[in-house]
Structure formats: C-alpha cells, structure tokens
C-alpha cells in the first residue's frame, strides 16, 4: 500500500520499495501471490479476496500494478473503495 503525497516522486527509494514489498507481501501473502496472474474476472478477484479475507480492491489494485497487461488500470476500478484524506496543518 502506498501512500502517495503530492509533489513528492521518491519512487525508487530503498525505504519505499521495502515498504512495499512488506505490504504487498502482507496485504496478500506469498503462498497466494502466485494465483494473482490466473484471475481473469471480477467474479475471480471477489472469490479470491473472500477466501483470503481481504477487500476485492486489493486484488485489483496489485493486479492493475503487477499485471497490467491483464488487467489495465481502467479494469476493476468498481471493486475499489475510495478514501479521501483531508492534510490539515
């Protein structure tokens, strides 16, 4: 999961790319990462989702990021869940 702030583009940070990896790894373990590239439909990335207790949007957010060529950015937009977060000062 990455939190993304505007003007910043530390995108190949060590630290952030750690982050990552530890989130990804976290969000969807490893013992079922390798099945991400065999789901091919919503229906899939739901079913997937519920058998590993996480939120379709997930699913759809490393496949967008890890499989674009499957699943283009444009593709699953609906399993997301929107969060606004308001910077205060």
Not at 31 to 38: I, K, M, T, V
Not at 84 to 89: C, F, S
Request: net charge positive; hydrophobic share 35%.
């Amino acid at each position: 999961m990455r939190i993304e702030i505007v003007g910043r583009t530390d995108t190949e940070d060590p630290k952030q790319l750690e982050a990552d990896r530890f989130s990804a790894d976290t969000l969807i373990p490893p013992q079922y990462a390798s099945r991400l590239a065999g789901l091919t439909s919503k229906a899939a990335v739901r079913a997937f989702a519920e058998e590993i207790g996480i939120a379709p949007g997930i699913v759809v957010g490393r496949l967008q990021r890890e499989h674009p060529r499957r699943w283009p950015y444009r593709n699953g937009n609906d399993l997301k869940r929107k969060l606004d977060l308001l910077e205060t000062q």
